[in-house]
């Protein structure tokens, strides 16, 4: 399976220049790359292969004046970023013509030197070493400091620079990790995530929300607001960005750091894990949205699920269409939906549910089933944690609705443009 490990590095303010530098080639890379894909769509002509669009926008423009600079980056960081291009409309196509299942994938994006997060990356054509002294070694970068938080369990076949919001530099690294399959555990169990307890086991265990974000809440509201006193375009402004994006990040961090933990407890103590498949895009649209954001149900399942794969654990999600908090778990009667506020319930065969542990106990019950109807195998085939942002695919906002799909490519520019695309 192929994992990521990320590490924080250090540039010196040399290497931040030289970062720079190479985050603005490959984001105009892709940006005239998906210009001139999208004017030759424009004008009717056939969709420029990749072999042709790496010649156009990289080594015919490296002979140009206006683009002599791009020699100036290794020359994989920009095949990289075209190999991001290929791989968002290749998503893209393919979610069109419905090959590609799950949530609609819009077309490829413009770039911006505004975005977020700007990355490279290196494969190992690039030559990039860790180096005996535990630097990271990037062509025409540098030798980058780097705290080892953990040792890479094999040689990484890629690394990722990364820079984030809040100006931190992250180095993450792909990595063919064999699986370590846990000595077999006896219990399987069934998850009900919810607001007011994160997660309620089918055996009963109840983990309370730590809710991260809104014990943050007053700090994040006193440095937005002083944000928003600073004048547009000012050196203390962008300060004040940076630190309103510190403080999110710290709150992310925090959560990830906690859902990593309570998933493997989890994965290790029970040798399947059934979750209910929750639409969480169409609850974070309704009144509970900061609440359901906070929790990050999507982000904890996806961990079960890959440390399943890897632990060598079964892991299934369970329709969400079925009434897992109306049904009694004992005689299997349906007894009608159920305000949010009844928190137990008599059934009338007699027995008495705790809401949330009843619906728990569904979900394993209906686990089981699902993964004997497959004869004991994998539900649904592990995933990888890895590339995911990678490929510049920005998924539409409502994947929930059934709009019906476009029959044509149509190619949004975004607001993103960067114009003048110089880095
Ligand atoms: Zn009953």
């Given at each position: 399976m192929q994992l990521r490990y990320n590490y924080r590095v250090y540039p010196t303010s040399g290497q931040r220049e030289a970062l720079g530098r190479a985050f603005g080639c490959a984001r105009v890379v892709f940006n005239d790359a998906l210009r001139a894909r999208q004017e030759a769509w424009e004008l009717g002509l056939p969709y420029i292969c990749d072999g042709d669009l790496s010649k156009q926008v990289i080594t015919e423009a490296k002979a140009t004046p206006q683009r002599?600079?791009?020699?100036?980056?290794?020359?994989v960081v920009l095949q990289q970023a075209l190999a991001d291009l290929n791989v968002a409309y290749r998503n893209f196509f393919a979610s069109l013509s419905g090959k590609r299942k799950g949530r609609k994938v819009a077309a490829p994006r413009f770039r911006s030197r505004k975005d977020n997060r700007q990355a490279i990356r290196f494969t190992a054509n690039a030559r990039f070493r860790v180096l005996d002294n535990g630097r990271l070694r990037l062509p025409k970068i540098g030798d980058l400091a780097v705290r080892w938080s953990r040792a890479l369990p094999a040689a990484p076949s890629s690394v990722t620079v990364v820079m984030d919001a809040a100006g931190r530099y992250f180095a993450s690294f792909v990595v063919q990790a064999a699986d370590e399959p846990l000595p077999p555990a006896d219990a399987e169990v069934g998850i009900d995530l919810g607001l007011t307890h994160f997660t309620v086991l089918s055996d009963g265990t109840k983990v309370a929300a730590p809710r991260f974000l809104r014990k943050a809440a007053r700090k994040l509201r006193r440095l937005q607001q002083a944000l928003s006193r600073k004048q547009r375009g000012s050196n203390n402004r962008k300060k004040a960005v940076v630190t309103v994006a510190k403080a999110h990040a710290r709150v992310a961090d925090t959560r990830r750091d906690w859902q990593h933990k309570l998933s493997t407890e989890i994965i290790r103590d029970n040798q399947a894990v059934y979750v209910e498949d929750l639409c969480v895009t169409g609850l974070a649209r309704t009144r509970l949205a900061k609440s359901v954001h906070d929790a990050g149900w999507s982000q904890f399942v996806a961990m079960l699920e890959y440390k399943a794969a890897r632990y060598g654990r079964t892991f299934a999600k369970i329709?969400?269409?079925?009434?897992t908090s109306q049904r009694?778990?004992?005689?299997?009667?349906?007894d009608g939906p159920k305000p949010l506020n009844v928190r137990s319930w008599t059934c009338p065969c007699g027995a008495v549910h705790d809401r949330d542990v009843n619906a728990a106990t569904n979900v394993l019950a209906a686990g089981r089933a699902e993964s004997l109807n497959a004869?004991?195998?994998?539900v649904r085939p592990a995933p990888v944690p890895?590339?995911?942002?990678?490929?510049?695919i920005r998924p539409h906002a409502a994947p929930c609705s059934t709009r019906s799909t476009e029959a044509i490519p149509v190619l949004q520019g975004g607001e993103n443009v960067n114009a003048t695309g110089t880095p």
């Open positions: 002599a600079w791009l020699g100036e980056v290794s020359a329709h969400r269409f079925a009434p009694c778990s004992v005689c299997g009667r349906l004869c004991g195998a994998q890895a590339p995911r942002r990678e490929a510049g």
